[in-house]
């Protein structure tokens, strides 16, 4: 079995790494060959722009999906991007890590989901969800929360964590791979700043890289988190009313 660890923070000594670190540990341990992609470290560029593409299909017009799939298909994409899409094949298991900021992934990581999820290679209109490219490929989040867990969630202040990972599960099933449900560490402030004494946190955090330990020694029992797919959609891409979640939305 093989491993990807998609780790994205600047600060290769934050907590976001230790929890990397341990990831790659544990996986090991279990018998995972492993690999990282250190986003930040490898000065990978999450703009998609015109100057990735040295041979366009249109050179008139910049449309980024149709030069994806050009690229694709006549084997020149840029090469970093080559490296990540080889990366991603090889794995069995993904791991995502990083902070929350500003209630979304870092733009260094959506960037590499702009430019690795490529147009007409990694998915296409007939080749996503329950069709996509990944199936049986295991993926989860591991994120890092600056707020306490109260308030995220269905009525805290900072949001439903469940509503701020949804655009990122979806985009991962997107391409057919199985979500499992995300590992929050909820409370992780930079700089020895925290909303508890500096020795209670000290030991909060000691605890969650515990348990982050125990959950990968256990997650190939993990149920993926449940998503319909398109025999559950009607013409239109909405729930068709005898699915029998409907009436539960």
């Known amino acids: 079995m093989h491993a990807l660890i998609v780790y994205c923070h600047p600060e290769p000594h934050s907590f976001n790494g230790a929890l990397k670190d341990i990831a790659m540990e544990t996986l090991q341990r279990l018998g995972y060959s492993v690999e990282v992609s250190d986003l930040y470290a490898e000065g990978f560029d999450p703009v998609e722009h015109p100057a990735h ?4 299909a249109d050179t008139e017009s910049f449309a980024p999906l149709t030069e994806q799939r050009y690229s694709f298909r006549e084997g020149i994409l840029p090469a970093d991007v080559q490296r990540e899409i080889a990366r991603l094949e090889r794995a069995d298991l993904v791991v995502l890590q990083f902070p ?8 260094m990581l959506k960037g590499w989901f702009d430019r690795i999820f490529v147009y007409g290679g990694i998915y296409s209109g007939s080749m996503r969800y329950d069709r996509g490219r990944f199936p049986g490929k295991r993926v989860i989040c591991s994120v890092t929360t600056g707020a306490p867990e109260p308030t995220f969630s269905l009525h805290g202040r900072s949001g439903h964590i469940v509503s701020l990972m949804w655009p990122i599960h979806c985009s991962l099933y997107y391409l057919g791979m199985d979500v499992i449900a995300p590992q929050i560490h909820y409370g992780v402030q930079g700089g020895g700043l925290s909303y508890q004494e500096e020795e209670s946190f000290r030991a909060q955090l000691e605890a969650d890289k515990a348990n982050w330990a125990r959950r990968l020694e256990s997650l190939e029992e993990e149920t993926p988190i449940p998503f319909t797919g398109w025999d559950d959609w009607d013409e239109n891409g909405v729930l068709k009313p005898e699915h029998p979640t409907r009436w539960r939305l």
Do not use: D, G
């Open 100 to 107: 929350l900021w500003w209630h979304a992934q870092p733009a």
């Open 53 to 56: 593409f040295t041979k366009r």
